[in-house]
């Protein structure tokens, strides 16, 4: 079993209060964020535009840890030096939104970022094997992207479950993360049990019943309790 105290929590910041959002960078990375999510989505590849480079800058700007980009965005590859400009940041694409998701992925490298692919509950791991070896990040989605706080989809144990299978019998060093869902209960200890070593989490972390630094705490808890 993976190390817990390698599991690092991505607090996604589209559950943030957008008319507060540089505060609630600050709080939440005070409050031990490993890395901030940020969803980018083009209303192509997802139905929901969310928000582009000049609110990532800003998020950027009021954090010192690492972002970690998920571009939902139909052919990515045409705006690299929109978001991977950064070598800090990571950079995660869609399988299923790159016609050339090698080159993709070479080209993220190629500019010194940390590179992730992720796949969708309705794909196969089978999209990601041929780039597993280049990868710094494979990320299972729990929910259908596109949206915060919908309910995990229990079959993506099974999938983190052969993924990490897969990476370990190679040699592969690939962590997984894992998107959509995700609080502080077994949806964050069996992801974590199954082989996830990175969790987003941004309606745990970001809502109306806890301070982001309670919720902080407890996803933490959950993880090492
Ligand atoms: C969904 C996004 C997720 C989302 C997670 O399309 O990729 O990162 O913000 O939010 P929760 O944790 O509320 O499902
Ligand atoms: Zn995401």
């Given at each position: ?65 690492p972002l970690n980009i998920h571009l939902m965005i139909q052919e990515p590859e045409n705006l690299l030096s929109t978001f991977a400009k950064v070598e800090t ?40 094997e041929e780039v597993l070896p280049l990868l710094d990040m494979v990320m299972v989605m729990s929910v259908n992207p596109g949206a915060s706080g919908q309910s ?74």
């Amino acid at each position: 079993m993976v190390s817990k105290a390698k599991v690092l929590i991505a607090p996604s910041v589209l559950s943030a209060d957008f008319a507060d959002l540089g505060r609630q960078v600050r709080e939440v990375t005070e409050a031990g964020a490993d890395l901030i999510h940020v969803d980018v989505m083009d209303g192509v590849f997802v139905p929901a535009i969310s928000f582009g480079e000049v609110v990532v800058d800003a998020i950027r700007a009021n954090t010192d840890v690492p972002l970690n980009i998920h571009l939902m965005i139909q052919e990515p590859e045409n705006l690299l030096s929109t978001f991977a400009k950064v070598e800090t940041d990571q950079i995660l694409v869609h399988a299923e939104a790159c016609s050339h998701l090698h080159r993709t992925v070479s080209r993220i490298k190629d500019r010194g970022n940390q590179v992730g692919v992720a796949i969708n509950p309705g794909t196969s791991i089978s999209a990601v094997e041929e780039v597993l070896p280049l990868l710094d990040m494979v990320m299972v989605m729990s929910v259908n992207p596109g949206a915060s706080g919908q309910s995990f989809i229990p079959q993506s144990l099974d999938k983190i479950r052969r993924l990490k299978a897969i990476i370990d019998q190679a040699e592969y060093s690939a962590q997984i993360e894992v998107d959509g869902g995700v609080k502080a209960d077994w949806t964050a200890q069996d992801s974590v049990k199954a082989g996830a070593t990175i969790l987003v989490a941004g309606s745990a972390i970001f809502n109306d019943r806890q301070s982001i630094p309670e919720a902080m705490k407890g996803m933490r808890g959950c993880i090492l309790g």
